[in-house]
């Protein structure tokens, strides 16, 4: 859909332009004026601006959510793939046409950040972010490391248990999981582990944590394995479960090193 220079409404593919208007007032596009004449809202001459078909796709998306609430938004919680699989069928097509269907770039992940947060009435994505860029860096050295491209896990879905898929080494292609946590508080920050992901964990063949310190200019990593992990889970007790459990980076302390 776009606006004309006139500010009317024409059609685009077989989408009438009736149904086109409707579709821009609702986003806030359009308005009617004073004297009863459709004309283009300061956000809707924002998005008519943007150079690319993809970005007013993706504003278009953001705008939806925002006037509709619609139910499979919800999805966005739980990644990506949670939104192409059960949102309905046009909305799956706008996505892939904005480009957000695939692919890793910092705008891609940013837009599935802001509805992942617009989806738990969220708008400040500070921790988004940090975690964000802790998976970034481990995606960065796994693949200096191994010489392979790792799998963004997270991006698509956050159920699985674990951030990224790497392999043992760059002569073993077994795989690697690796739960990604990141503070910006130094030792001084902590991380929580949930029962879903100490569960699966402990089922993987290989599974590894990589603890990220962005307090300095040159993060640095601290790579924690199953065992090592171990001493910091508490057990059940009585009828007792725990199901979160905070632990402070500064336990890992001399593990950390320059990444």
């Not at 939806?64 to 059960?86: C, D, I, K, M, S």
């Not at 706008?94 to 738990?120: H, I, K, N, P, Q």
Request: proline share 4%.
């Amino acid at each position: 859909m776009s606006l004309n220079a006139t500010g009317t409404l024409g059609k685009l593919g077989v989408v009438s332009a009736e149904r086109a208007t409707s579709c821009a007032q609702l986003l806030g596009w359009i308005a009617i004026d004073e004297a009863g004449l459709l004309v283009p809202t300061i956000r809707g001459q924002s998005v008519r601006a943007m150079p690319r078909t993809e970005e007013r796709l993706r504003e278009a998306l953001l705008d939806l959510v925002e006037a509709t609430n619609p139910p499979w938004v919800q999805g966005a919680r739980f990644g990506r793939r949670h939104v192409l699989q059960y949102s309905p069928p046009e909305i799956a097509q706008v996505c892939r046409e904005a480009g957000l269907a695939s692919g890793e770039t910092s705008e891609v992940v940013a837009f599935w950040d802001l509805l992942a947060a617009r989806a738990r009435g969220l708008h400040d994505v500070r921790l988004n972010e940090i975690g964000r860029q802790g998976e970034r860096l481990t995606l960065n050295h796994e693949e200096k490391r191994t010489g392979k491209s790792p799998r963004w896990i997270a991006l698509d879905s956050n159920a699985d248990g674990y951030d990224v898929l790497s392999s043992v080494s760059d002569n073993d292609s077994t795989s690697l999981c690796i739960e990604v946590k990141a503070s910006r508080a130094g030792l001084a920050g902590d991380f929580y582990v949930t029962r879903n992901e100490w569960n699966t964990a402990r089922d993987l063949l290989h599974f590894a944590m990589h603890l990220w310190d962005l307090s300095a200019p040159n993060p640095r990593l601290a790579v924690v394995d199953l065992q090592e992990l171990a001493d910091h889970v508490p057990h059940d007790e009585g009828q007792g479960r725990w199901e979160c459990v905070r632990i402070p980076f500064a336990a890992f302390a001399t593990t950390f090193a320059a990444a």
